[in-house]
């Protein structure tokens, strides 16, 4: 099963492309590989690129600070 760290960094992304463009299919394998790796590097190689793809397309929000 997906590390928690592992399913805390897709959560943030699946809104972002590539990941929010998938068909069922790619979803399922996605979400089944999801389940099987124990942390990133344990993702296929298409899935590692996605995934980095997507938090590339995440915009770039400004921290707000108490200053």
Not at 1 to 18: D, F, I, N, Q, W
Not at 22 to 39: C, I, K, P, T, V
Not at 40 to 60: C, H, S, T, V
Request: no cysteine; net charge negative; hydrophobic share 35%.
């Amino acid at each position: 099963m997906a590390s928690t760290e592992l399913s805390r960094r897709v959560e943030k992304l699946v809104g972002y492309p590539p990941l929010s463009e998938m068909s069922d299919d790619q979803r399922r394998d996605f979400q089944e590989s999801l389940f099987d790796a124990d942390s990133f590097e344990d993702l296929p190689g298409k899935w590692q690129a996605a995934i980095l793809a997507a938090e590339r397309n995440r915009p770039k929000l400004p921290l707000v600070s108490d200053a």
